[in-house]
């Protein structure tokens, strides 16, 4: 049976991609880099650097630029979004999701986040949910990001429990992927199509809602 749920942050709980997205498009233009569509949806849930690689192999210039470059552009990045986050507030929490949280809370179910973000604890703070959740995953401490299962296997080692009590909720194919064959049960939030990997799918977080959840899984 179920006893917890494993929440992705930026997309599912926060209204964050598109501060990501900015910062990075102010990056890729600079380097006259052309934004797209699969850009946008690609360095959802990767990890900061792996989100510069893609960016820069979508042009083939990823060896035109040494390691200290690149760190260089991360933390550039990384301090425009840093501004971006910091006008966060409660109501930046994605639609439905305050009720979700609390509809969880009131069942005993147990929560933590399963984020690929080093700033999840600020954002968690400014949208003030952080004590929903025993514990946020330190993407920092674990071996590989997303699409690997180590993020949401460590976010049910948080929790206490077997990776089969777990729900996985996501926005990006990269953590379907990690709450799959982290052996969970995978939600995912946006376009079915594009997350046909999910085992449960909401168009979008205002349908994400536990009863379905709970038919769904004859539970
Ligand atoms: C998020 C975003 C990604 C971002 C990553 C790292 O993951 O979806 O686009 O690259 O965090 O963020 P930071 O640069 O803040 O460490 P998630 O897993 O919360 O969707
Ligand atoms: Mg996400």
New binding site residues.
Partial sequence: TIKGFAF????VLADT?RF?SQAWRQIAEELHIPWSEELESG??????MS?LMLILNSAGVADKYTEAEKETLATRK?DH?KELISTLTPDDVLPGMHEFLADLKANNLTMSI???????PFILDKLQISDYFVGVVD?SKVKAG?PAPDIFAEAAKILDLQPEEVVGLE??EA?ITSINEAGEISVGIGDAMQLHAAKINFASTNDVNLAQIKAHLNW
């Fill in positions: 992705d942050l930026d997309g991609a990501h360095i959802k849930g990767i990890d900061r989100s990384n979004y399963a984020s690929a973000s080093k700033n999840a993407p997303k926005d990006s953590g």
